[in-house]
């Protein structure tokens, strides 16, 4: 145990929805991976919209590698982003609000993608391990999550974009011990 007396609660509700719940007062720190579109950064436009007068802390967590989970040996040969659209593939989604479709849904309207031509967009699953869960039982023929789970299931997987994951919570708050313990243990080896 890090900080003996303090207890970690967590809940998967992706990323925005993880800000709103700390907007809210129902959360202490969020995790965040929100691509905006109009800055191409991460999590900043965002965090200064839902806190526009208050001052905010972003601790990086992790930079991930975000792409294609495919079958092995990519059978359908998805490489690019409109390739998903292709006659007779099975795409699986995130959630709507999860940093992972913030991206892909700003990345479809950059090369005018239409979602209807998409078979499989409205099936939407809470976490990328559901995504390659998919992927390795042949439900689907590919979906968009981390390079950790398409290794975790073995499956391949086809870089698109690397993210920047932040843990966001109010600047004030970095003085609490839990969160200086885990600021520290952030940044050691």
Request: aromatic share 8%; proline share 5%.
């Amino acid at each position: 145990e890090i900080l003996p007396g303090t207890e970690l609660q967590i809940n998967f509700n992706g990323s925005l929805g993880g800000l709103m719940a700390l907007a809210g007062g129902h959360a202490d720190i969020a995790g965040c991976h929100l691509w905006d579109p109009d800055t191409n950064a991460y999590n900043l436009a965002f965090i200064r919209k839902l806190f526009p007068n208050q001052k905010m802390a972003a601790v990086r967590l992790a930079d991930r590698r975000l792409g294609w989970i495919v079958a092995p040996g990519n059978p359908h040969q998805i490489t690019r982003l409109e390739d998903i659209a292709k006659p007779g593939l099975r795409f699986v989604n995130r959630q709507s609000g999860s940093g992972t479709r913030v991206w892909l849904d700003g990345a479809l309207q950059r090369v005018h993608l239409d979602v209807q031509n998409i078979t499989g967009y409205a099936d939407e699953k809470s976490t990328h391990s559901d995504v390659a869960r998919l992927v390795a039982e042949g439900k689907a023929d590919v979906g968009l999550g981390l390079e950790a789970s398409a290794a975790a299931f073995r499956l391949d997987f086809v870089f698109l974009v690397e993210e920047a994951y932040d843990l966001v919570l109010p600047a004030e708050n970095l003085i609490q011990p839990p969160l200086q313990t885990l600021a520290t243990w952030l940044g050691s080896e």
